[in-house]
């Protein structure tokens, strides 16, 4: 068979790293960096004798992500000893959930080509992340680093609904703002504070058979998910048309050389040995508690992109950038308040904020100047006392001191004259200096208006109105 005669199947287990000042199991903190090994205990590095106590703020996030995907949430939960064995698993054995997940049988929406389709989510459940393991070419060994050992995860299970990496990406979208939205996590995938490993596999078009599936490991980015999907479909498809059979296994993507190799047999749960942690008592969920986890949630990204179509009317451009994070919409929703010209803001955060944004590599959360200083810039602009020129550069500015628009305008010699006595003298002068453009206005050929403006501008400095100098100038003229 062709490949154009398959169809991949595709389904995630997504790990994302949760925003909690402390750890899963311990108050040893969670904070990225730091010498390695100091931010450990007893319980983290599975001293024997030590005993983990749950994070309660790790349970409300994960109620609240199961709430805000439309999942069911277990009332009466525990946890389980996922047994393994590696260097960077200090106590050789890893605490999460096999039988009674917190989060079962939920859902997300995506957009895609043929319209809306529903990804289901098989659980969410909560665990502990492991440690790292640090290569060291030099000396020719590996040393271990248990500060991220015990930091707290949440490991989203879709099921095989997925064929394509657009849809794929949508997926993984999808989630990361509804988990940021929350609050939850900040879903860096280059971080590595949201991870994918993907399940694949291929079946003839058609088949309600699934094909053996490969687990794809060490994909942070989705253009490398983008490029592993691509890759294994067609190693699974040129496997089954040479007749040889597809083995299940864990496989490693190189994004360098976009190809995998096996790194060992796909394991069951059998093979991990899971049995109830003796530790830990059981967790049970009340109304209370699921209430207190809802409260954790704000108006979603498709919810207040609806707002904006409806109060706004809006470019649907420009709400994706709008509502991307929840920072990005809030200093938008504060801005437009304060200005009460919401499509003016609104330009000005999709145009100049999104790019000094994307140049400078910053974060909305880590925008320096505030919704006022903005406010009072889109109002300038709009009064006519800045032009556009004058408005980008304060913006530059208040991008990175977060001055005082007016303040800095005025200082800067950036305010423009409002002398309409001296805008007139000056339009008489563009007009007897430039009587070619004149008599073109005349014949029709209203570009040759900027000739004039652009007289105006120059004997001003750049202190005048365009705006209001183009009315004069057609007065002037008897247009």
């Not at 001191?401 to 800067?412: F, I, L, M, R």
Request: aromatic share 8%.
């Amino acid at each position: 068979m062709r490949a154009a005669e398959y169809e991949t199947v595709i389904g995630l287990e997504t790990h994302v790293e949760l925003a909690t000042e402390t750890k899963l199991f311990c108050g040893c903190p969670t904070a990225f960096g730091g010498k390695p090994n100091s931010h450990t205990c007893p319980v983290c590095t599975g001293m024997p004798g030590s005993l983990p106590v749950l994070n309660r703020k790790v349970l409300s996030f994960a109620i609240a992500v199961g709430r805000a995907t439309n999942c069911e949430i277990t009332r009466f939960g525990k946890f389980d000893r996922k047994n393994y064995f590696y260097p960077d698993n200090p106590q050789n054995y890893q605490i999460s959930q096999l039988y009674l997940p917190i989060c079962r049988n939920g859902y997300v929406e995506i957009d895609t080509r043929a319209g809306k389709k529903r990804v289901r989510i098989h659980e969410i459940h909560m665990e502990e992340d492991a440690g790292k393991l640090l290569h060291d070419a030099y000396t020719d060994c590996s040393l271990v680093d248990y500060n991220r050992s015990g930091v707290p995860l949440l490991e989203i299970v879709s099921e095989p609904d997925m064929s394509s990496s657009e849809e794929v990406t949508a997926y993984l979208e999808k989630l990361r703002s509804i988990i940021s939205y929350i609050g939850a996590s900040d879903c860096k995938l280059q971080e590595g504070s949201m991870r994918a490993d993907v399940n694949i596999s291929v079946r003839p078009k058609g088949s309600s058979e699934f094909g053996t599936r490969t687990e794809m490991k060490n994909l942070n980015s989705f253009k490398a998910i983008e490029r592993c999907i691509k890759g294994e479909s067609e190693r699974q498809i040129e496997l089954i048309s040479e007749g040889k059979s597809v083995v299940q296994e864990t496989r490693r993507w190189d994004d360098n050389k976009e190809s995998s190799k096996a790194m060992r047999s796909k394991e069951d749960a059998k093979d991990y040995r899971y049995f109830p942690d003796p530790d830990l008592l059981p967790i049970r969920v009340d109304d209370e508690m699921i209430a207190d986890a809802e409260r954790l949630i704000p108006e979603m990204a498709d919810e207040k992109a609806e707002r904006y179509r409806k109060m706004y009317s809006l470019p649907e451009g420009d709400i994706s950038v709008l509502t991307y994070s929840r920072p990005m919409a809030e200093l938008f929703e504060r801005t437009a308040e304060l200005s009460g010209l919401p499509k003016k803001s609104a330009n000005f955060i999709v145009q100049e904020t999104a790019r000094y944004m994307k140049e400078q590599n910053v974060e909305a959360k880590d925008l320096k100047f505030s919704a006022a200083h903005l406010a009072s810039l889109v109002k300038l602009f709009d009064e006519g006392k800045v032009n556009s020129a004058a408005a980008k550069a304060i913006f530059a500015e208040m991008f990175a001191t977060d001055c005082d628009p007016e303040e800095y305008a005025s200082s800067h010699g950036l305010m423009m004259d409002q002398d309409d006595g001296a805008l007139r003298e000056a339009a008489e002068a563009a007009v007897a200096a430039n009587p070619q453009a004149v008599a073109d206005i005349k014949a029709g050929k209203q570009k040759a208006m900027g000739a004039l403006i652009g007289y105006i501008m120059k004997e001003t400095r750049g202190k005048a109105n365009p705006a209001k100098a183009g009315e004069i100038l057609k007065e002037i003229i008897g247009q």
